[in-house]
């Protein structure tokens, strides 16, 4: 069994946000995302909750009701199915690095 | 909706290993376990996937074919259900904070 390295083969353009499948399952589905500056173009209304973890950089999500909730590495934060949320801030200079875990 | 950070809160007594349920839902659970110095007394024979990355420190896995895995910062490894696996060696004078997903 080999390990991978979740900091390693950062894609050189990262004119868009990046997803990549981890782990797809019927249940869960873990995905890495990358983030350079980007915002969300539109709301996420996600079928199935989110537990996502922030493991470099710093972002910012924010809620319908306008609440937001700044995200710097090791922060945390589980978003219920139909939460509807956005990124609204990505740090511009450096990669963000994401895990999620939708289940 | 408040976010948690997951190297925060390190409980000072780790003569055990720690393991704490973030997420407990019918289909999946994510933990965090904290390590240090810690070696698994005995085969862990889980029936789900397991899904685990170091977010902090060092540890090794062991399989029941003896091969082993080092994982340091940002390694992760899936282990299929039924794989048999150990903790064989972890950082003794560091914590090492792993993120695992039962699924």
């Not at 990124?87 to 511009?92: A, F, G, I, N, Q």
């Given at each position: 069994m080999k390990s991978q390295n979740?900091?390693?083969?950062?894609?050189?353009?990262?004119?868009c946000e990046i997803f990549e499948l981890l782990i797809n399952d019927d249940t869960v589905t873990i995905e890495r995302i990358i983030s350079k500056g980007q915002q969300s173009s539109s709301w996420y209304d996600q079928k199935k909750n989110e537990w996502v973890i922030v493991l470099k950089g710093e972002a910012i999500l924010t809620f319908e009701n306008q609440t937001s909730v700044q995200l710097k590495e090791g922060d945390f934060i589980n978003i219920p199915a139909h939460s509807k949320h956005r990124?609204?801030?990505?740090?511009?200079e450096n990669e963000t690095i994401w895990l999620a875990v939708h289940y």
């Open positions: 979740i900091f390693s083969k950062i894609p050189k353009n990262l004119k990124v609204s801030w990505s740090e511009p």
